[in-house]
């Protein structure tokens, strides 16, 4: 038979740091499946919006996607889950957390064949001035996308919702105080404007890869086992833990750029930490439904 | 398929609609239909179409072009432009293109709101065009200095598509905001100094006058009356951002809530202006947005079929010296420019681009100076460039696509010669960026 | 028949001129409340979160209550280079060609934006945003405009059949 053909789109382009994993899955999957499954990535948010990635999926426009877990929590309000931890892939792995989650996308007509984690490429907060403690953010105005939003209420401090396209003049302009982010690619442009770095961060990354279910059905069930344990029992644990290289640059770098390092005291860290899961999860079972967010909390929880 | 062979295929029937007089938003529309349909697995793909289409309206970068329309209209309708002109006259009656010096002045003030070439188009191009004509300015020197000195909306920080770049291409936004001022002041300089020539050369394009000997109390109380308030405007833009009360996009309302405001402090803003100011700005906001939503997605169905990638490709492995290939890519951002908005060709070229001109070990706060105007002038070129559509739709009535076109050619000229500067002078960028970054 | 038409036209046009002033007023709106955003915050209120959003929404909605009112006044932006110069016969065909077009165009859009916006509704999607409305009444602005151009397109349709040039 000829191989499955699938069309995959990205959260992000090519050639950024966030889709080089996905890189390297294609080239080993359209190798080590020769014949069976062909990926064609067609690319990132230039083809297909990345909120709307999972829904374009789910119909069929487009075969598969590498996505953010809190792109299409409208869709499968349990996704943003994948975020909730402070445990590594292997400790989620272990737990029936993947299969639980296969099932909850399938009520929604999609394949999760798995995820890309990223462990490492968590969650900081920058901020504009100098912070010495959790206090000290009471009040301020940080920038978040919609899945932060508790974090930032139950800090006491006022979410605001920019573009990202205007953080930087924000900032300058003292419009914002600071805004949450990954780890990655700060120092080069938020030079001259972050004064603090918040430690430790909060969450986790891991990036789920979704098929559409016709196109999913087109594989016999042997194919589907290989595929989805190719990619959650090989390929993904040699994946969590290839950032820390790129980490260590991006800090020496931030300190260069006069970013500074507050990192809290051990009470007022696992505050931090305590604070941000309570809050991520309130707002899981208030959209999912509390039930459903028990039962995964006790799966991630450390 | 060789991406010149998808790109015909895609961009003629596109052209031929248009040229048949199918309105460009649906000529747009109807190459995605079909686009998606064949692409994307038939209704699935027609599904996605109007999900995308829906999406690329629900955009707040999209919202300052509909404010800008609202604070043209208020400033022509309520008679603030008038009275602006009638004061230049006085002052500069004699000056043969002042009208259009103005314009230019009026994009270098502007330039210091974010967004994209659009919104500055809608403002000024609702404000100054009706009146200019009717001042007896022709359409190049009426159109053209708004089309041109449009652009300088994103060589002038706040900059949102130097922002953008800056994220996408993993590069200092602090120093591309330096980097840019000193090209994007060099275009303003060689609009002027084109403005001035050409009058000088024809001067029936921009007709001066003898004006009646007018005395300097006269002129200075026009000043005061007509000039002074306007101040106002600029703060509620400018001032704001400076101040950090209001983002770049935010600004924008502000802008129109003073402009309506000064209006009504002068009596002029009777129900009819104020109705008649909001139905025209949401209507002409309608066109423009929907042929933005028409272009956002044929992008999309472009970098869907590869045939963009393959133009990198094909660019990338040009057998030349890195100083041409660099100005190639940088000519390739311009010719994607004529079909393509700017976010898709950041997106599809920087995260390429950026490496391989850090590897050549060039600078690539320069590339990024260069990138910008080459985006900006695309955004201005004929056939497809957004900001063509858009002031036809702002211009006044009888002003056609030809007129738009060659009032634009001349200022793409001046901005592929501000690219050459830039590129044999590098330093045009650096000393600035080396002098604030030590 | 034709009293009918011109009954039905007038009913149309009452509804495109109610849509597009709905635009304005939704328009009016959104330069409001950025404007008390901007003065709250300034005073050292909150920040409203919702208002970036809602601004967006109600852009797309001005988009596609106010193109069916463009439609009938012939005002979308039209690439005249050839157009405008052609006349008689010419004209017509390409009238009754781009009419054609534009009437399969919306109709498809129509019918596949209601399919969608019924899915949307039975799945229970919502936007990924701080609001977090359900995403089928958003979608849904884009078959309404929709269907009234197709209703348009279809009266540009009838005129040019019956020799109109528009
Ligand atoms: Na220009
Ligand atoms: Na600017």
């Known amino acids: 038979a000829d191989p499955v053909q699938i069309n995959a789109v990205t959260l992000a382009p090519r050639s950024v740091y966030i889709t080089q994993p996905f890189a390297q899955f294609v080239e080993e999957v359209n190798e080590r499946f020769a014949g069976e499954i062909e990926i064609n990535w067609r690319g990132g948010p230039e083809v297909m919006p990345p909120f709307g990635q999972a829904e374009g999926v789910r119909n069929g426009a487009m075969g598969m996607t590498y996505t953010s877990p809190s792109y299409y929590q409208g869709l499968v309000p349990t996704s943003g889950t994948m975020n909730l931890s402070f445990l590594n892939y292997e400790e989620i792995a272990a737990t029936d957390y993947h299969e639980r989650m296969t099932e909850l996308h399938a009520e929604q007509d999609l394949a999760f064949i798995g995820e890309i984690p990223a462990t490492q490429l968590n969650f900081q907060l920058y901020m504009g001035e100098e912070v010495t403690g959790l206090a000290d953010l009471e009040g301020k105005r940080i920038r978040v996308f919609p899945t932060l939003l508790p974090l930032v209420q139950a800090l006491g401090a006022e979410p605001i919702v920019l573009p990202m396209e205007e953080i930087y003049t924000a900032l300058e302009r003292g419009t914002i105080d600071g805004f949450m982010q990954g780890p990655l690619g700060q120092a080069a442009q938020f030079e001259g404007l972050v004064e603090t770095v918040v430690q430790p961060g909060v969450y986790r990354a891991g990036f789920p890869v979704l098929m559409n279910m016709d196109l999913f059905n087109q594989m016999s069930p042997d194919l589907q086992e290989r595929f989805t344990t190719f990619l959650r029992e090989d390929f993904a644990p040699r994946m969590d833990n290839i950032w820390a290289e790129d980490i260590a640059t991006e800090r020496a770098a931030q300190e260069a750029a006069g970013f500074n390092y507050l990192m809290l005291s051990e009470e007022e860290a696992a505050r931090y930490e305590a604070m941000a899961m309570d809050a991520a999860w309130a707002m899981t079972a208030e959209n999912a439904g509390a039930e459903i967010a028990a039962e995964l909390r006790e799966m991630l929880d450390r | ?438 | 028949m034709d009293r009918t038409l011109t009954q039905l036209r007038r009913v149309f046009s009452r509804l495109n001129l109610f849509c597009a002033v709905i635009g304005a007023v939704l328009l009016s709106m959104i330069a409001a409340i950025i404007c008390s955003e901007v003065v709250i915050r300034w005073l050292g209120g909150a920040s409203q979160l919702w208002v970036i959003e809602v601004s967006e929404y109600a852009l797309l909605f001005i988009t596609f209550l106010g193109a069916p009112y463009l439609l009938e006044k012939n005002l979308h932006v039209v690439m005249d280079l050839v157009y405008d110069s052609l006349s008689g016969r010419w004209r017509l065909i390409l009238q009754l060609m781009n009419a054609t077009i534009g009437f399969v165009l919306c109709a498809v859009l129509t019918v596949v934006g209601i399919s969608v916006v019924i899915e949307q509704y039975e799945l229970g999607v919502r936007l990924v945003t701080v609001m977090r409305p359900q995403s089928w009444w958003i979608t849904a602005a884009l078959p309404v405009g929709m269907a009234l151009m197709t209703v348009q397109f279809l009266d540009q349709i009838i005129r040019t059949l019956r020799g109109e040039v528009l």
């Open chain 2, 1 to 438: 398929m060789e991406w010149y062979v998808t790109l015909t295929i895609v961009l003629v029937p596109l052209f031929g609609l248009m040229l048949a007089g199918l309105p460009v938003a649906f000529a747009f529309l109807a190459i995605n239909l079909v686009g998606s349909y064949i692409l994307m697995g038939g209704f699935s793909g027609v599904e996605q179409l109007v999900l995308n289409t829906v999406g690329s309206v629900t955009s707040f970068t999209l919202i300052p072009i509909a404010l800008f329309m609202i604070m043209g209209e208020a400033m022509f309708r309520s008679g603030i432009a008038i009275d602006l002109m009638d004061t230049l006259d006085k002052w500069f009656g004699k000056l043969r293109g002042r009208l259009a010096l103005m314009a230019v002045g009026g994009g270098v003030l502007f330039s210091t709101l974010t967004g994209n070439s659009m919104g500055s188009i809608a403002l000024l191009g609702s404000s100054l065009t009706p009146e200019m004509e009717k001042r007896g300015y022709a359409k190049p020197m009426s159109l053209g200095p708004i089309l041109g000195s449009s652009g300088l909306a994103i060589m002038i920080p706040p900059s949102s598509l130097a922002v953008v770049l800056g994220v996408i291409g993993d590069i200092s936004i602090g120093r591309i905001l330096i980097g840019i001022i000193v090209p994007g002041l060099l275009m303003a300089l060689l609009y002027v100094l084109y403005i001035l020539g050409r009058c000088h050369l024809q001067p029936h394009l921009a007709p001066s006058f003898d004006v009646p000997k007018v005395s300097m109390g006269e002129k200075l109380t026009a000043t005061v009356v007509n000039i002074v308030p306007l101040s106002l405007i600029v703060f509620s833009v400018v001032g704001v951002i400076f101040l950090g009360i209001a983002t770049p996009s935010e600004a924008a309302a502000t802008g129109a809530f003073a402009t309506l405001l000064l209006a009504a402090l002068r009596r002029r803003l009777t129900p009819k202006v104020f109705g008649d100011t909001m139905f025209s700005s949401a209507n002409i906001s309608v066109m423009v947005l929907l042929i933005v939503s028409g272009a956002v997605t044929f992008s999309q169905l472009l970098a869907f079929t590869g045939a963009t990638f393959g133009m990198v490709d094909a660019v990338l492995s040009l057998d030349i010296s890195d100083d041409a290939i660099v100005f190639m890519m940088i000519m390739l951002v311009v010719f994607m420019g004529m079909f393509m908005g700017p976010l898709p060709i950041m997106l599809i070229t920087l995260p390429i681009f950026v490496p391989i001109v850090q590897q050549f070990g060039m600078d690539p706060i320069w590339f990024a100076a260069l990138f910008l105007v080459a985006i900006e002038t695309g955004a201005t070129s004929p056939p497809f460039g957004a900001a063509l559509f858009v002031m036809k739709a702002v211009a006044p009535k009888g002003t056609t696509m030809g007129d738009i076109y060659r009032a634009a050619i001349p200022f793409i000229l001046l901005d592929l010669l501000a690219i050459l500067l830039i590129f044999f002078i590098p330093e045009l960028v650096t000393v600035p960026v080396d002098l604030m970054f030590r």
